[in-house]
């Protein structure tokens, strides 16, 4: 029988190197979304994103156990809730197990975290927050079977961060023996989801029977991965960059369990899915429906008011060729081809003054407003433009570039190399 | 002779991991804390050099084919000597450069960290700047390092603050404390002012607030006032206060306002949001609708709920008869794949609130 050589080069491979298929994770940790539905798109390449998590999830055969340790959304008001709808959404079609309640969840609102958890079929855990009369608002744990072993998947939220919510928090040691009493002979192992960073986090996972991992909180922006004496240690870092994924194999015999976590980034190589770019684009439509682009709270500027880009241009010349032929001067135009005019989360970077009495309100409205203008740097002019004399404008800081050209946006952004491109002189 | 041959090309391709001979990354001190960005600021120093050494213990070449920073307020360079002071960032580069350390040798890898200019923290105030190193280390094809440090801000202060519900036209106050925290000690001693607050500003006309009892001596709390005013209208507050200081560390601070100005009528809900959902499955949710102030001496009624559109259902069913109602919102199994958006407006006996109008929104899928 004659074999083929590259049948024979394969198989030398396979029996010098001991290759196998590669190790499927078994479970992906996510949490702190903290409202970064999908990369800004400010720059490239950018991580995250709920499309991006999706892809990574569903190329996983078999289909891994799904925890996030909450903070879905980051602040309160209209858009928070139609974020953290949205999210919870997207964590349901991709079959969550648990979501750990972070503090910012709860700040929308217990009940309605829960009636929209439950719409999308998604549990909430945690063990210690209680409502005034000290029943538990939500299930301490959920089972799960994780390589044929039973696993308690555990919910905990630090003290320290629901100093000013409206519900009773349980010390966390006190509600892990609870949680231990009731487990008693019901599992194999537990996983403690704990919404607190690591010093807090590694005296509960020690109390834990046969603890596989925590997985913290508020521990930075970076995803981060500890082996301490009591445990491994996980963070997945904040704005779900990056995901931990935990391969777990019972050992022989099934008494130990080996557990490797490794952190995976969200990369612009995992190509968005239908089914969640279909979802933003709702989240889309409901933000302009909603109209909260006309909605956003405005402060009046300590400046006073806006005079407009073109009314720059009589005096300085100069300048305005200069922004003219700059990226600001379309930045607009950007965010049209995004179609993500009408999110106020977006625009705030694209216009001038959104956030001020007298901003930015609407294309229509004012389009004298419209792009990064010169008053997004150089402060309210309006009073400069009456009386030039009498009302000097500001000089623009390098240090305010980073507002919008921050790390989450703009990760490469070099404030050295993109100052020249729109210095100017005065005039 | 030639499947021999074949057997000897396999085993040149596969070494020399294969054989044994691999690199091994390694770097004594992957962590490094910088503390408190503000002392830098202070002392005019933006720019820190941090030395981080990489170690070849394997024993085949050691191929860095990547370092990757995870923010703009660093830059790395091969074998600078620790505590070059930099005038300016150097240049990013343009590709990645590829390192390759011998067996046995080290290598200083230096990164430069702005932790004045570029630097922003993450929501707890963190700055955890990662530097990712792609080799070709079986073991650890990636590997990390980190910059940390934690900002100590100037003032401590409620992210947020529900006012709960106010009455339409009777206004409420209530106040919140505000504390002034102990400033990082500077490089080098340097003159400044106390921290202090300087203004409040108000997203909202109709919030006031003020500060009404400011710190004396070593005290270090502020108490604040906010009050709704008279004249605000009825519905949900989605608004800040907004906190400017004199220290350049945190220039300004924001809290959140929540709460809800009652009228006659309580609505539960802003908007109602399916999404997504299956078709055919009924997805149901429901509309609270209670009576407020009764300023008119009437009853609530529901007089009828209409939508405007035929795969949307509504139910209506009093809680308690003349004070709360039920309605729910049910989605037919019919509806179509795809976004709909329709328009629920509900009739009452109150004046004021003759009609009520609720976006409904839901992303069917198949």
């Known amino acids: 029988m004659r074999i083929p050589y590259p049948a024979l080069l394969l198989v030398s491979a396979v029996c010098l190197t001991g290759c196998r298929p590669a190790e499927q994770p078994s479970i992906i940790c996510t949490g702190q979304r903290k409202g970064y539905l999908e990369p800004c798109g400010f720059s490239r390449p950018q991580l995250g994103g709920l499309a991006r998590l999706d892809r990574l999830i569903s190329s996983i055969e078999p289909a891994p156990v799904l925890l996030d340790n909450g903070d879905l959304t980051m602040r309160v008001g209209r858009q928070a809730h139609i974020k953290w709808q949205t999210t919870i959404g997207a964590l349901g079609m991709m079959g969550y197990s648990a979501v750990n309640v972070g503090e910012k969840d709860l700040a929308l609102g217990a009940d309605f975290i829960k009636a929209e958890a439950a719409a999308a079929n998604v549990p909430l855990i945690s063990a210690n927050i209680a409502g005034p009369n000290g029943n538990l608002l939500f299930k301490p744990f959920v089972m799960l079977k994780i390589n044929g072993l039973r696993v308690a998947v555990i919910g905990l939220l630090g003290v320290d961060f629901a100093k000013n919510l409206p519900v009773k928090l349980i010390d966390p040691a006190e509600a892990i023996e609870r949680v231990i009493g009731q487990l008693k002979g019901k599992c194999d192992r537990t996983i403690l989801l704990a919404h607190m960073p690591y010093e807090q986090a590694q005296p509960l996972a020690k109390k834990l029977p046969e603890c596989l991992f925590a997985l913290c909180a508020h521990q930075g922006d970076e995803p981060d991965i500890k082996q301490t004496t009591d445990g491994l240690l996980l963070f997945a870092g904040s704005k779900s960059k990056y995901v931990i994924s935990i391969k777990t194999k019972p050992a022989d015999g099934g008494n130990a369990a080996t557990v490797k976590a490794e952190e995976v980034e969200l990369g612009p190589k995992l190509k968005d899915t239908r089914r969640i770019t279909e979802l933003l684009t709702f989240y889309q439509q409901v933000v302009r429906m909603e109209d909260l682009l006309g909605k956003v709270p405005r402060a009046p500027h300590p400046k006073g008011l806006y005079g407009g880009t073109q009314a720059c241009a009589k005096c300085h010349p100069a300048a305005m060729k200069v922004w003219s032929n700059s990226k600001h001067a379309h930045a607009y135009e950007t965010l049209v081809k995004q179609n993500r005019q009408y999110d106020p989360e977006c625009v705030v970077c694209h216009v001038i003054g959104l956030k001020n009495v007298g901003g930015y309100r609407s294309i229509e409205a004012t389009p004298q407003l419209a792009n990064v203008g010169c008053e997004a740097c150089h402060v309210p002019g309006k009073a400069h433009c009456d009386a030039p004399e009498r009302y000097k404008t500001l000089e623009a800081s390098r240090k305010w570039c980073v507002n919008c050209h921050g790390p989450d946006h703009d990760p490469r952004f070099d404030l050295e190399k993109s100052w020249p491109k729109i210095e100017h002189k005065k005039k | ?366």
């Open chain 2, 1 to 366: 002779m030639t499947r021999i041959l074949g057997l000897a090309c396999c085993l040149t391709l596969l070494a020399p991991q294969a054989l044994g001979g691999a690199p091994s990354i390694f770097c004594e001190k992957p962590i490094y804390k910088f503390g408190d960005p503000g002392q830098y600021e202070t002392a005019g120093e933006p720019y820190i050099d941090v030395p981080f050494i990489i170690e070849n213990r394997g024993d085949a070449d050691l191929s860095i084919t990547e370092v990757r920073l995870s923010c703009g307020c660093t830059k790395y360079l091969w074998g600078a000597r620790a505590g070059t002071k930099h005038k300016a960032m150097p240049p990013k580069k343009k590709h990645p450069e590829k390192k390759v350390i011998p067996p046995g040798k080290k290598e200083r890898l230096t990164i430069v960290l702005d932790v004045v200019d570029s630097m922003t923290p993450s929501g707890d105030d963190f700055y955890d700047s990662k530097v990712r190193i792609h080799s070709n280390d079986p073991e650890k094809p990636l590997y990390v390092l980190s910059l940390r440090g934690r900002r100590a801000l100037a003032f401590s202060a409620p992210e947020q603050l529900s006012l709960g519900n106010v009455r339409l036209g009777q206004g409420k106050t209530l106040t919140f404390q505000v504390k002034r925290i102990k400033r990082a000690r500077p490089i080098r001693r340097i003159k400044r002012a106390k921290s202090d607050i300087v203004g409040i500003t108000s997203t909202a006309p109709f919030i006031s607030a003020g500060i009404t009892k400011r710190p004396t001596g070593r005290e270090n709390t502020y108490t604040i006032e906010v009050a709704v005013l008279k004249d605000a209208p009825a519905g949900v507050i989605d608004h800040r206060l907004t906190f400017s200081t004199n220290d350049a560390r945190q220039k300004s601070f924001a809290v959140q306002l929540t709460g809800k100005v009652i009228a006659d009528i309580d609505v539960s809900v802003e908007r109602i949001l399916f999404g997504p959902v299956s078709r055919k499955t009924q997805p149901s949710r429901e509309i609270f609708i209670t009576q407020g102030l009764r300023s008119d001496g009437k009853d609530l009624q529901i007089l009828d709920a209409k939508i405007d559109s035929k795969h949307v259902s509504i139910e209506t069913e009093a809680v308690k008869k003349g004070a709360r109602y039920r309605l729910r919102v049910k989605l037919k199994p019919d509806a179509p794949v795809g976004t709909l958006i329709a328009k629920l407006v509900i009739s009452t006996n109150k004046d004021g609130f003759k009609t009520i109008e609720i976006p409904v929104f839901a992303l069917v899928r198949e």
